[in-house]
């Protein structure tokens, strides 16, 4: 088994708190540190588990870290990581969870020291929900762990990356930058903006005649704002892309409605099912 | 506490069976009796405790019936009404679960015997599955449950309607069929075609890579074709308006997104929140 001397977490959220959980839970780790710049958030994350020790100074945590874990939010990332770089030592590995990857990894590899050693990754896992408090050991089992390293990561560091992901649970795949954002734009981030326009569609007054389908729908609306618009701000191109074929589908099936056309509409909502029937929940694949 | 001699359901599947469930659960009746088409689904809703017994033959078992509760789909409920009502003792009220409204008043107000003794209704309760394997005691706890008399509807029955709706744990709201179906356009049936409209937007291909905000946005598009193409197809009008309005709302995030627009995107994500906050877990209120 994986065993490190001292792993770092930058940003002590759920994500950040729930990595730390995980490191702890599986005794992977000598040392958890947390990096944060608000004390009371630090003290909460070390009182519910999540890391042995929290600092505001990273200068000095991170001189004796292999790993380097930044859950910051996704516009952060990258000048932290090559903060981080320049005053770790020279074998650590850094690693992400942002939820964009093209604009990230550009702007690393733009810094020699860190493009050397940094790795990035999103752990598919999450919640509206915020905060070291909603974190848990378990979050990221058996959730599909993206990678994105390009033809400038040293392969060492990928391997290690890919080793430090499965050692907490995540099942790990690896995509080009581009290909992620892709991809997460029609996963995820168009999910999130469908979520927010049909909460903005149902007014106050009719609330009260929604059921399940209004719940599940806009779950996700309850979400950070300050989160999800930065990561927005960093797929804008493939979330238009994404809004513009789901705009097509809601044509058709305005279209077949206005024709009054059940065999349409059937095939419509049949081939969605079909899609829809292949999605299993992580960790019952 | 309302006691009924004989209560019968025609299409005893999820909720029609849960109905049942709740009637025998509760002790409301001496006798439920499940009418369908199928003798293999009346002996499993028999088997599970949905019904005392279940038969083909609507006309006998009518007979002796103080409340008929119509769950057939959509599209058949107004003619079930009135064919029902021709062969019921005089004194009975028939009410339904349909997910529209006004058409159904509108046919079933057409029939002199049928509009005497029908009170529309409609219990927000759903699954995504279907059948009474999947019907539950207390599917309708706490759930509200519309009723859309009109001023032909006499009072007596009204009342009544309200009464066994209460009894098996539905929260009565009165409503105009037409305020139904404008509202339910907006919680209900655009949510589902949002839903489906989703999944159609993410590839076989990219389906690993989705995680909860996919799980939830298109969680109903596993729904049923047939019940769903008959629930868009009696209320196109309201659900074309509410389409409109939801690409309406797609359109500003579209544009904030083009224009890099964080105030709008800010502003935008905050009024959805705001608005979804408002939502109370049917049972939690």
Redesign the interface.
Known sequence: MQRYGTVAIVGVGLIGGSIGMAIRARGLADRVIGIGRDTDRLDEARGLGAIDEGTTDPEGALDGAEVVVVCTPTDRIAADVCRFAASSHPDVLITDVGSTKRRIVEAVEADDRARGVFVAAHP????ERRGAAAARSDLLDG??C?LTPTDRTPIDRRDRAARFWSSIGGRV?MLDPDA?DS??A???H???????????????G??????????????????D??L??AI??EN?EH??A??????R??DR??EA??D?D?GE??S??????A?????R??GSR
Chains 1, 2 share one sequence.
């Open positions: 598919l896992a999450g919640s959730r599909v993206v795949v992620h991809a997460l029609r996963t995820s168009l999910p999130h903006v469908a979520a927010a326009a049909l909460a903005l569609s149902v007014p106050a009719t609330i009260e005649l929604a059921a399940g389908a209004y719940r599940d729908g806009t779950r996700v609306a309850a979400s704002p300050d999800w618009v927005f701000r804008p979330l238009i994404a809004l513009d074929e789901y705009r589908h809601l099936f305005r409605l206005t009054d059940p509409l059937r419509l909502w049949s081939r969605a099912r899609l829809r029937s292949r999605f929940e992580p």
